[in-house]
């Protein structure tokens, strides 16, 4: 199976965090084939943002790629996300990790709508119950390209868009919903998302479900 991993960089911050290349460079897969987006011009972040998805999408799709491998630059993976999420065998399959905002939500969905959309975490009762064991793949409504496997077929179907204010991450799972396109989001597949001087990792011992580690 040949898989395209795509980091998207800024172009304003080009570097890649330490800790995200590591992760890359840590990655248990026989064959990488690694681009780093970081030419587009764009001067709006979601835009920019889009454009490099949407290029990658075009990489697979000329390059004979089965699938795209989306890491974001911030991300710290594990060795065997790769691996994890391609056995899944499903149109889309997402890691688990924490949003940098405030809440810190779990970037995981159970109800995305054009009008509405509930996160796993808003109940930790729930999250707790629906991670189980941690090994789990459950189907979601997406969200988030933080550490996202992408299937050809999929691609060929769906290009990434914006929508109004939205990210094109929230468009690309609320058009998967709509067009019928399974996700799936893997609890074995945890990630740390850095924010400043800290990792967030999404954590069912602590209170607010989100554990910080100092960088």
């Not at 790769?82 to 899944?88: I, M, Q, V, Y």
């Not at 997402?94 to 939500?105: D, N, T, W």
Request: aromatic content about 8%; proline content about 6%.
């Amino acid at each position: 199976m040949r898989v395209l991993t795509y980091v998207p960089l800024r172009p304003t911050q080009p570097r890649l965090h330490p800790l995200t290349a590591a992760a890359i460079e840590s990655l248990d897969w026989p064959t990488m084939n690694i681009v780093y987006g970081r030419n587009d011009k764009a001067t709006d972040h979601y835009a920019d943002l889009c454009a490099k998805h949407n290029e990658a999408r075009d990489i697979v799709l000329h390059g004979g790629y089965d699938a795209l491998f989306l890491v974001e630059a911030d991300m710290v993976i594990p060795p065997d996300a790769l691996r994890k999420l391609t056995a899944l065998d499903v149109p889309v399959a997402y890691s688990l990790y924490v949003s940098r905002h405030p809440k810190h939500e779990w970037l995981a969905l159970t109800r995305l709508t054009p009008n509405d959309h509930a996160y796993v975490s808003d109940d930790a009762d729930y999250a707790r119950r629906w991670f189980g064991d941690g090994t789990e793949a459950i189907e979601t409504c997406g969200v988030g390209m933080g550490c996202t496997l992408i299937r050809r077929e999929t691609l060929e179907r769906l290009a990434f868009r914006l929508n109004g204010g939205n990210a094109d991450d929230w468009t690309f799972a609320m058009d998967c919903v709509a067009y019928g396109i399974p996700q799936f989001t893997h609890t074995g597949v945890t990630c740390g998302h850095i924010a400043g001087n800290a990792v967030l990792w999404p954590d069912v011992d602590e209170p607010g479900l989100v554990r910080k580690e100092k960088i």
